[in-house]
């Protein structure tokens, strides 16, 4: 089985992006035989009311049987806009959605900004993944109108620590790992999945020797990336660096194990 945590349907206003839909994503899942993939709505991270994009991408979903069997959803939700409650309760309620998906330097807040821990909380009094993204396209190659500086990997661990039982998955980790010993054990103690699809997970095997084999799954990013180099830094493992057990953990164990599937 083979389960993508990190793909996303809908338009980047910056960067034209292809095979960005169910039906687009679906041929590409089909390709590389992918089972299961976790999508956002990237839409939610420009509108100022992060709903509207929930409900496109659950609608989208709800029209062909082929999308309920293959798609997971994860809503966005900005807990300083207006309402952000009752969009979190309308997707994990009403939408069953598994997990939600934040994007504070995108919507202007805090990773200490006290509306995010209480929603944080409230994903984990659900049993809700939290998903923290490293990066959505390269600053260098940036829209003027876009983000000019980027958070790395230590820059959400407070987050971690302030609400530390919850489920969290942090995904394209592309700017940067290097992180403070306190830190690190943080993330270690933390229940965390990374994704492969960030250019950090080069050299794959040492990256998961110094968090663990419990805490990787495969993820593309696509269609923001490509779709096969997350998949590619897990099949290209040699088998004095990974064992069939590890290879299926990566491939869709970790992830059915939190998503619990």
């Known amino acids: 089985m083979l389960v993508d945590i990190n793909a996303y349907t809908g338009h980047w206003p910056f960067k034209q992006l292809k095979s960005n839909s169910c039906e687009g994503i679906l041929e590409r899942m089909k390709e590389y035989g992918t089972d ?12 100022k009311n992060t709903q509207s994009a929930n409900n496109e991408l659950y609608d989208e979903i709800r029209s062909k049987r082929a999308f309920n069997d293959r798609f997971l959803p994860f809503g966005i939700i900005n ?3 207006a309402g952000w409650k009752e969009d979190f309760k309308t997707c994990t309620e009403k939408m069953g959605m598994k997990g939600i998906r934040v994007f ?8 200490d900004d006290p509306n995010l821990i209480e929603l944080v909380k409230m994903a984990r009094d659900k049993d809700v993944v939290v998903a923290l993204t490293m990066r959505i396209v390269d600053v260098r190659q ?5 983000l000019s500086t980027e958070w790395t990997l ?5 987050l971690v620590r302030a609400v530390p039982d919850a ?3 942090m995904l394209n980790l592309a700017t940067g790992i290097a ?4 830190d690190e054990a943080t993330l270690k103690q933390a229940q965390v999945l990374f994704d492969t699809s960030g250019r950090h997970i080069m050299h794959f095997a040492n990256v998961y020797k110094r968090f663990g084999k419990d805490k990787f799954a495969f993820g593309t990013h696509f269609p923001v990336l490509d779709y096969y180099t997350g998949l590619l830094r897990i099949d ?4 004095d660096e990974a064992d069939a057990a590890d290879i299926e953990a990566f491939r869709s164990g970790n992830a059915r194990r939190m998503l619990r599937l």
């Open 104 to 111: 504070p330097n995108y919507h202007d807040y805090t990773i």
């Open 154 to 158: 230590k820059d959400y661990v407070p």
């Open 179 to 182: 992180l403070p010993e306190a």
């Open 167 to 169: 489920k969290y998955m």
């Open 236 to 239: 290209s493992l040699r088998p």
């Open 36 to 47: 299961l993939s976790v999508i956002t709505n990237l839409h939610g991270v420009f509108y």
């Open 79 to 81: 807990p300083i806009y």
């Open 142 to 146: 940036r829209s003027w109108m876009d």
